[in-house]
C-alpha cells in the first residue's frame, strides 16, 4: 500500500494519543492529568478531534464523558495501530539464537575460513541453529567499498582500514610461524636468521607481489631469501611442504592444525616482527541489527 502524505496533512500523532487517553479516562481532568497537560489544552486536542472526525465524539454524561459510536470503532481500529508503532519506536528488537532465522554474509580469506570455521559452524549450529553464514572471499583492497556498499554484512580481516562509519572490533592478535615437512627438511627449531634465509620458501601473495615485509626484514640484516613460488591461497600450502623442501610462514592460527594434520615442523621467525591485529569490521547501519550484532558478539566470544 503506497502511503498519501496528503492525507495526512492535517494528523498529529499527539491528537491520537489525546484521543486514546480520553477515551480510557471519559473526563477531561483525568486525562490532562495522565498527559501531563493542561486542562485547556486537553479541551483544545478534543476540539481539533472533532473537527478532523467530524464528529463530536464524547458526550458528557453525568460526571462521565461517553464516547459516540464513531469514537468507539476509531479506538477499536486505532489502538492496534498505535501499540505496534510503540513497539516499532521503543521496543529493540529482540533476538532469540535458538529459533531465529538469519543469513549474514561475512568476508575472509582463506586462512581466517580455515582457522575459524572449524571451530566456529558446529558452536553456532549448537546454538543457533537457524542462523546461517555465507563466507565469501575477501580483498583487503576492496573490503571497505564492499562493505559501504552492502556486498558484505562484516569482514573478519588484517587490515587497518578505518573510515567515519566503520566499526573495528579486535578479535585476536596474532604472530606468524614457520612451518615445513621433515621428511622434506632436516631442520631443528629455532631456526635462525641465516639458517631461514638459506632455504627455498612459499609465499602467500593477493596481489602478485613476489615478496613481503619478511624480505625487507632479511635485506636489513644482509639477508635475501630465495621464493620459488607464489600463491594467492594459504589453503596450497601443506600439500607443496608435503611435497617440497621449502618453507612457508603463516599465521599463528593455522599452525596448531596443520601440524596435527600434516606432521608439519614449526619455528618462530627468525625475525623481529610486530604481532598482527585479527578484526572485525562492520558498518555502523549494522549497530542496531540485532541477528548481526548477535553474530559479532558470539564470534568474539568464542575467539576470546
Known sequence: MTIKESDFRKIDLNLLIAFAVLFREQSVSLAADKLHLGQPAVSGSLARLREMFDDPLFIRSGHRMQPTSRATELHSELMPLLEQ???????????????????????????????????????????????????????????????????????????????????????????FVT??????????????AETYAAQQHVLVSYREASSSHIDTLLARQGLKREISYTTPHFSALPGLLSMMPVLATVPQGLCESWQKTWGLRSSPVPLEMIPFDVALLWHQRHNSDAALMWVRGFIKRLVG
Request: hydrophobic letters at 45%.
Open 179 to 192: 612451518l615445513w615437512n621433515p621428511t622434506q627438511l632436516q631442520l631443528e627449531a629455532p631456526l635462525s
Open 85 to 175: 508503532l510503540q513497539s516499532a519506536l521503543f521496543q529493540q528488537a529482540q533476538f532469540n539464537p535458538a529459533n531465529a532465522k538469519a543469513t549474514v554474509t561475512i568476508g575472509m580469506t582463506d586462512w581466517v575460513e580455515m582457522w575459524l570455521m572449524p571451530q566456529l559452524l558446529p558452536a553456532l549450529r549448537e546454538e543457533a541453529p537457524g542462523v546461517r553464514l555465507n563466507v565469501v572471499a575477501s580483498d583487503p583492497f576492496t573490503d571497505s567499498q564492499r562493505l559501504e556498499g552492502g556486498e558484505l554484512d562484516m569482514i573478519i580481516s588484517v587490515a587497518n582500514q578505518s573510515a567515519r562509519w566503520m566499526e573495528r572490533e579486535q578479535l585476536s592478535a596474532m604472530e
